[in-house]
C-alpha cells in the first residue's frame, strides 16, 4: 500500500498561483480530489498533480514543439491520460525551471483560448483590462 505524502512539493504554489493569475482561469476537480484541472472558458488548458512529490503538470502543445521537448527535458513526456500527441506531462524534478514552465502554461493558455469562441475569447481579453 502506497503511504500518503506529507509534505507537498515547493513548487505546488507558485505553480498554481502562475496557472490561476491567468485572465479567467478557474480551478475545478471534476476526476476527484488528487488532480487540480485549470480551465478556461470551460475548457481545460493544465492539470496539476498536486499530491505528487516532485508535482506534475499536464499541458497542451503545439504537436512539433511537444516531441522537440520531450527530446530536450528527461521531466517532459507525452501526457499521461491525455492525448499523447496534443499534451505533454512536466515532472518539477528540476530538469525544467519554473520560468519556462511558466512559458509552457501560456502557451498551453494560449492554445485554449484560441480555440474558444471569438465574442469569449473577448471577454476574458477584457478581463486582462480590469
Known amino acids: 500500500m502506497k503511504e500518503p505524502q506529507t509534505e507537498l512539493d515547493p ?3 507558485p505553480l498554481r498561483d502562475y496557472v ?4 479567467g482561469a478557474e480551478e475545478t476537480f471534476p476526476f ?3 488532480v487540480m484541472v485549470m480551465k478556461v472558458g470551460g475548457k481545460m ?11 506534475t503538470i499536464n499541458l497542451k502543445c503545439d504537436p512539433e514543439r511537444a516531441i522537440e521537448l520531450r527530446e530536450l ?4 513526456a507525452p501526457g499521461y491520460h491525455m492525448n499523447k500527441k496534443l499534451w505533454n506531462t512536466v515532472t518539477m524534478d528540476g530538469s ?7 512559458e509552457l502554461i501560456d502557451h498551453s493558455y494560449d492554445l485554449i483560448l484560441a480555440s474558444l469562441p471569438r465574442k469569449l475569447q ?9
Open 96 to 102: 525544467v525551471d519554473l520560468d519556462f514552465v511558466c
Open 122 to 130: 473577448a471577454e476574458i481579453r477584457n478581463l486582462r483590462d480590469d
Open 20 to 23: 490561476l493569475g491567468k485572465p
Open 45 to 55: 488548458f493544465a492539470l496539476i498533480g498536486w499530491e505528487n512529490v516532485p508535482v
Open 73 to 76: 527535458y528527461s521531466g517532459v
Open 32 to 34: 476527484g480530489p488528487e
Open 11 to 13: 513548487l505546488l504554489e
